[in-house]
């Protein structure tokens, strides 16, 4: 099961920390063997991966901690995940922490739109009133009491409302006391670099394929002030590109054989951990 404490020691560190998003257990696992010291536990993943659609509050606080407590089974590097809304009123946060605690995962992020929620890059967020999120922030850090989870607090106002609501937003909850403060939304480097320039202290940037912000280096970032970095939809989107190239090949050709790179069945096989379930056998079985 993944560390929590480990994450708070390399956010310590003097390297930002980067969290590529998996949709899945598996893919978490390849996130770990390539070598990065984190993962992101993404919701826009979770609800692909789990229902086909698209990241739009859709999931349960049930579904979504049985998902990140499968992550955290499955790899030994700290798990960040999205906890939406929180899924309810304080009780149901309160709920939320403590299931997400039992989970294993070492951080969790709360945002600030009302139910239903939606993906931080789409349009049509609305938000709750500053006054509230903050209450529910403390709520979060009240239940998760003295146990080593980071609390991340989101907005989700620059689409909605703004860059300058967006940093008010950022720096309130920075004054309730969470661990650090993720700005979503963002699509421009210009963005990027006002979230920088705007707020001190420990924060988090989504960088999202597709969009502007992939021109910044991990140095960039790190150069910025950003402790922690997420690519919630890197491994997705190019799984599923390559999936569908896959497909298209053997409709056509009616066979596999001469279509995209893949893994071998051994190359998967140790991927997910055979070796360990054979050495098992080998010792204990009949």
Do not use: W
């Amino acid at each position: 099961m993944a560390g929590d404490s480990s994450l708070r020691r390399l956010l310590e560190g003097p390297d930002i920390v980067l969290a590529p998003g998996a949709a899945d257990s598996i893919t978490a696992r390849i996130v770990e063997s390539v070598g990065f010291p984190a993962v992101y536990m993404t919701g826009f993943g979770a609800t692909a991966s789990r229902l086909g659609m698209p990241d739009i509050g859709l999931l349960s606080q049930t579904e979504m901690t049985e998902h990140a407590r499968n992550m955290t089974r499955a790899v030994s590097i700290p798990v960040i995940a999205d906890a939406d809304t929180g899924y309810g009123g304080p009780s149901n946060i309160d709920r939320t922490v403590r299931e997400y605690l039992q989970a294993g995962v070492a951080a969790i992020h709360l945002e600030d739109q009302v139910s239903p929620k939606r993906c931080g890059q789409m349009s049509g967020a609305r938000l709750m009133d500053a006054d509230s999120s903050v209450k529910r922030l403390r709520c979060a850090m009240q239940a998760r009491g003295t146990a080593d989870l980071l609390i991340i607090g989101r907005t989700d106002a620059l689409p909605a409302a703004g860059m300058a609501e967006a940093i008010r937003r950022a720096r309130l909850y920075q004054d309730a006391g969470v661990d650090m403060v993720f700005v979503d939304g963002v699509k421009k480097v210009e963005e990027v670099e006002a979230v920088a320039r705007a707020i001190d202290g420990p924060k988090v940037v989504s960088v999202v394929d597709g969009n502007e912000t992939t021109r910044l280096t991990a140095t960039d970032l790190q150069d910025l002030g950003f402790g922690l970095a997420l690519y919630a939809v890197t491994a997705l989107f190019t799984a599923t590109r390559a999936i569908n190239g896959a497909l298209t090949h053997l409709k056509a050709a009616g066979t596999p054989a001469g279509g995209p790179a893949r893994h071998t069945y051994e190359e998967f096989s140790r991927l997910a951990g055979v070796d360990v379930h054979n050495d098992l056998d080998d010792r204990f079985g009949g």
